[in-house]
């Protein structure tokens, strides 16, 4: 179907311009029509070509992936739109301040298109759930819930801080990353220079002397020819690595070894672990709190923790519900995740009170992420110190050892 832009009067006078679409530009002016807007220029959009903008307005429905970006405008135009609607604002004029105020073109397609869909009927939640590119199955699924139970606004709410408390504990775990990787990205720099610029020149003058070398000498010579001779297929050997890598974790059974082994980690497992319970623990509660039923929460849920062992032992928490089992009793034996978030499950359930409980759960597991956090760098940094500064002294022992040689036969 063609997508026409077009530049209206409301009937406030006010200007609106936007795109929709339609079979021709009469049908255009007949939807527009009918939302009470008076067009005054239409005409079929030819940004990169009819099938080109069909093309990115099919991206923007869904074929692109969240990222940290689409994230963090998602969650500050959701604050908005429940402050708008708290304040009695109606959803509709809600997405078009949302619109006037979008911070780039893309988001605010989105946001046009969404109102559109809005306009003719269809419901917020579904209309959402049209673009998995910025809103996940999470955000559609308590959207619902909230136009269900007539409380949009505090759903709303829910969702954007939700959505801010994840981008902290996502944050604070990049941020304590940086200055370790930082280490190691200038670690493999230097070496990089010293074994591709610095020891073929030394290489060159001992060979010219016809000196025979010791041997950490010969093998740092030997690694720096093949490296000066054959990078380029070193580059596609780490190439073609990473690409089965990243092949490997899309199989079921590979991701779900790989998380496996990641957990057993020391240090870094355990971070890992606490802030998968974590994620579990908001997104559980935020759910529950929204109205959404348990069984849709915790499906919900098994999609965003991000570890294939915790999702498998909800799908199993899952399908013990469906059988008639309480929450704790299948969590428990899973053995997945930590005894007392089970025992405090158990106690949410039969006090009645999950939601609360959870809440607490993931209070206390955002502390034991910060602190587990802080105790992987204080580990991480002196290792990596070490062992870089181990390999730029090999190299440079072994620069020095046939200069000692040197030295000992002129005297």
Known sequence: MPIFEYKALTTKGTKEKGIIDADSAKDARTKLRKKKLLVTEIHESQRGGRRGFAIKLRKLQGANTPNKKRNEQVAAATRQLASLLAAGIPLIDGLRAIIEQAPDREIEEVFRDIREKVSTGMTFGDAVANHPAYFSELYSAMVKAGE????????????????????????????????????????????????????PKISQMFRSRGQELPLPTEILIALSDFFVQWWWAVALGVAFLSMAFNWFLKLPKGRLLWDQMVLKLPVFGDLMLKQSVGRFATTFSTLLGSGVPVIQAIQVTKDTLGNKVLENALQKIHDHILEGADIATPMRLSGAFPPVVSYMVAVGEQAGNLEEVLDQVAQTYEEEVELATQKMTTVLEPLIIVFLAGIVAGIILSIILPLMQINKLNH
């Open 148 to 199: 269900a139970s007539g409380a949009l606004d505090k759903v709303l709410q829910k969702l954007a801080n939700y959505l801010l408390a994840q981008s902290r504990m996502r944050n604070r775990v990049g941020a304590a990353m940086i200055y370790p990787m930082i280490m190691i990205a200038v670690g493999i720099l230097v070496v990089a220079i010293l074994i591709t610029f610095v020891v």
